[in-house]
């Protein structure tokens, strides 16, 4: 069941950030993704031994008995399922303050993230100055032309740094590293943003155990789908961030990606997920794996949300090397959106994606809206070495979090942590810890990693290089993470939109946008009109109260 958790098609996909050793033959064969089934998936462990359910709650305690039943209605019904911008125009009307709204979501995460039969544990902790920043916009009110994040409740993978919360990257090891804010989160927070608290995500973002199941994690339990608790994949490892978005415990969450941990949770969701290019967002203060592909993205449940997001966290950090490369400043891209006409666009249709049904619907939503869509075989091209990069990559990475980044703990390197893993192994790593065995064994001299790194990203851009030439395409389609290996190399960037569910089972399924680097603008633009004209998005049904 792990193993099949990792999509494969006409090369390596990744899902999550985890990558996957098989046979040259099963590399090149679409693998059974283990959410095709009603049977529950096989868990050693669901609910957190760590979370502390009294100590998170206690901020919160006398604000919450306030808020009551009827008051939670009144709110629910302009909020629920809202998008940012009906969000601020219910404020500026004065139906809604920021405190209701912060009100609304932790009454939701504690009626249904942790303890109870509908549980998604999908959060791991709660910012406890919530209320009394959601007091102060109140006080302040968001002024003409001020950022449309002003106020809002965001939600942070549990490997992005904040003052507010220890940033555990759900592992137990890191369980008091408290640090500073993150770049993005200064960003978020000088556009006006309420930081909610951390999500729940795969351990060391799904580079840890190699038999884990995606959601794992020692700190947070096992993050469950709300479109079929343990019987649908979450997606890693941005699982929390993906789950808490869908079931409307956030209005908005940022992930991070190495290669499919936005894309991969956003489409297993039923979200709206972006991938941005390498550098357009800040690294800086978040828990590495690889400093050549890692990003930070916005997971949100439509995609003008995802463009305020996005744009809330813009800036140029001249401390993260490509951020500074990429040398791109603020940008609002939320202010683009508003043409759903896609005549005259070129989308790139892979032809050995054409039995899947849902993708074919969508390719056919995207020619009624205007869009001339051309089928192509994709080359089989092999992303070798990619299990190395991530080795390399982390083995350097993580000690110069730790030096730079990291808060009071004692760990310098990943043998450090393995060693202290070992001495409690069943609480703190009761999947094992094989991935990160593999970085301690692994080891390159600077020529060859160079070497590397140029190989993929050669491959990485030929995948998609070859056809946007000889066809004259603006973007290829994929379907949920599908090629999220090849875009990661290439540095390209992708966004996936919800386009349906599986009659099957009801798992969610996304369309995924990729084009060239620093397309966002145009990612955005084009799933905005798939978006407006499909509506496909449909909130889990046990989560609707």
């Known amino acids: 069941m792990r193993k099949t958790a990792l999509l494969l098609l006409t090369g390596i996909m990744f899902i999550g950030c985890k990558s996957d050793q098989k046979s040259e033959q099963e590399l090149t064969e679409i693998q059974a993704d283990s959410t095709d089934t009603v049977q529950e998936l096989d868990f050693k462990l669901v609910d957190s031994r760590y979370i502390d359910n009294d100590s998170l709650w206690a901020p919160f305690e006398a604000d919450l008995a306030e808020f009551s039943s009827e008051v939670y209605e009144e709110v629910k019904a302009l909020v629920f399922e809202k998008s940012i911008p009906q969000i601020q125009e219910s404020v500026a009307k004065g ?147 993906g789950v808490a978005v869908a079931a409307n415990f956030a209005p908005v969450a940022v992930g991070s990606e190495t290669s499919g941990s936005i894309l991969s949770p956003s489409s297993q969701n039923s979200i709206v997920g972006l991938k941005p290019t390498i550098g357009l967002l800040s690294r800086g203060g978040i828990v590495p794996i690889s400093s050549t592909l890692d990003t930070p993205g916005p997971m949100t449940k439509n995609v003008i949300d995802n463009a305020i997001l996005l744009s809330a966290m813009t800036g140029l950090d001249k401390s993260d090397p490509a951020s500074k490369a990429a040398g791109k400043k603020s940008a609002d891209y939320f202010k683009e959106l508003t043409n759903t006409d896609l005549t005259g666009k070129r989308f790139g249709a892979i032809k050995a994606l054409m039995e899947d049904t849902l993708y074919v619907r969508a390719l056919n939503d995207l020619r009624n809206a205007g869009a001339t869509i051309v089928e192509f075989e994709a080359e089989d091209i092999k992303l070798s070495d990619f299990l190395r990069l991530l080795n390399l990559d982390m083995k350097k990475d993580l000690p110069e979090y730790f030096k730079n980044y990291g808060g009071n703990v004692a760990f310098k390197n990943v043998k450090d942590i393995v060693d202290y893993n070992l001495k409690d192994s069943v609480n703190r790593a009761p999947y094992g810890q094989e991935l990160f065995l593999g970085i301690i064994r692994d080891s390159a ?88 004209t499909t509506n496909r998005r449909k909130t889990p049904v046990d989560y609707n109260e």
Request: with cysteine.
């Open 95 to 241: 139906d809604l303050s920021y405190e209701d709204l912060a009100l609304f979501y932790l009454t939701r995460i504690m009626e249904y993230d942790r303890n109870n039969d509908l549980s998604l544990n999908s959060v791991i902790s709660l910012n406890p100055d919530l209320l009394k920043g959601a007091q102060a916009k109140d006080k302040a009110g968001r002024k003409p032309g001020q950022h449309p994040i002003f106020g809002i409740p965001v939600l942070l993978k549990d490997n992005i740094n904040t003052g507010a919360m220890p940033t555990t990257a759900g592992a137990e090891a890191l369980k008091n590293n408290n640090t500073q804010d993150a770049f993005i989160v200064e960003r978020l927070k000088a556009n006006g943003a309420l930081i909610l608290g951390k999500a729940n995500l795969s351990e060391w973002a799904y580079f840890f155990c190699e038999d884990c199941p995606s959601g794992y994690s020692a700190i947070g339990g096992q993050t469950l789908n709300p479109y079929g608790r343990k019987i649908l994949d979450t997606g890693g490892s941005s699982s929390g961030s």
């Open 445 to 532: 001299g600077a020529e060859e990693f160079a070497g590397i790194k140029k190989t993929l990203k050669e491959n990485g851009t030929r995948f998609f290089e070859k056809p946007m030439k000889e066809y004259n395409l603006d973007a290829v389609l994929s379907i949920n993470n599908y090629h999220a290996g090849f875009a990661a190399v290439a540095k390209y960037p992708a966004i996936t939109v919800p386009m349906g569910y599986a009659k099957e089972n009801n798992k969610p399924m996304g369309l995924t946008f990729i084009s060239k680097p620093f397309s966002e603008q145009n990612l955005l633009n084009w799933a905005f009109a798939f978006e407006q």
